[in-house]
């Protein structure tokens, strides 16, 4: 088993900045991607940036230029900046990890959620 564990949510002022941690741990070969994703009351979960071993990045339109994936190979970290905040981005952000276990299995783990609360 895989567990995600997140830190690095709370509350900003619109304007502000953020910065979102999550470190895999457990039984893991390789990770592939990883990635964020949020979920805003009566919405449905969305990718927010994603971010593969090689390093492409992939980013949600709304976040693009304001926000900033990146991750640590060697620690099975990854990281998200996130500049610029505005109401909008008010959600619970989910780190997300497709692990690669010995045999070749690929299975998809989620962390518990921390909250982002952006004031107007």
């Known amino acids: 088993q895989v567990q995600l564990v997140e830190s690095g949510g709370g509350l900003v002022q619109a304007g502000g900045s953020l910065r979102l941690s999550c470190a895999a741990s457990?039984?893991?070969?390789?990770?592939?991607?990883m990635g964020w994703y949020r979920q805003a009351p009566g919405k449905q979960r969305e990718l927010v940036a994603v971010i593969t071993k090689g390093g492409s990045t992939n980013y949600a339109d709304s976040v693009k230029g304001r926000f900033t994936i990146s991750r640590d190979n060697a620690k099975n970290t990854v990281a998200l900046q996130m500049n610029s905040l505005k109401p909008e981005d008010t959600a619970v952000y989910y780190c997300?990890?497709?692990?690669?276990?010995?045999?070749?299995?690929?299975?998809?783990?989620w962390g518990q959620g921390t909250q982002v609360t952006v004031s107007s």
């Open positions: 457990g039984s893991i070969f390789s990770i592939n991607a």
């Open positions: 997300n990890a497709r692990v690669q276990h010995l045999g070749g299995v690929v299975r998809e783990y």
